[in-house]
């Protein structure tokens, strides 16, 4: 065989062993699950029902508050 056949089929063969290569690491990348994301989309699962819970309660605080001055002007409107 001349130098060209053999460093053709030297270059052929890295490629093909290259591809292989790659095509193992995208699999195993796609296989593993990232921890993290888990954790931030829990996190972030969290704080949203925190931020619910909080405005459930500037709801009830607001209709206590209206409660509380209905009260007080009807008993301005009584005490005049």
């Known amino acids: ?4 056949t053999i460093v053709s089929l030297c ?4 490629l093909v062993a290259g591809t292989f290569v790659l095509a193992q690491s995208a699999d195993q990348a796609k296989s593993k699950p990232d ?3 888990d954790q931030l ?3 972030n699962k969290k704080i949203q029902k925190t931020q619910e819970d909080v405005l459930k309660n500037q709801e ?3 209709k206590a508050l209206e ?3 209905t009260g007080v002007q009807q008993l301005r409107r009584r005490s005049s």
């Open 35 to 37: 921890s993290r994301i």
């Open 11 to 14: 270059i052929a063969a890295a």
């Open 67 to 69: 409660e509380v001055k």
């Open 1 to 4: 065989m001349n130098k060209k």
């Open 60 to 62: 009830a605080i607001i």
């Open 41 to 43: 989309l829990e996190q």
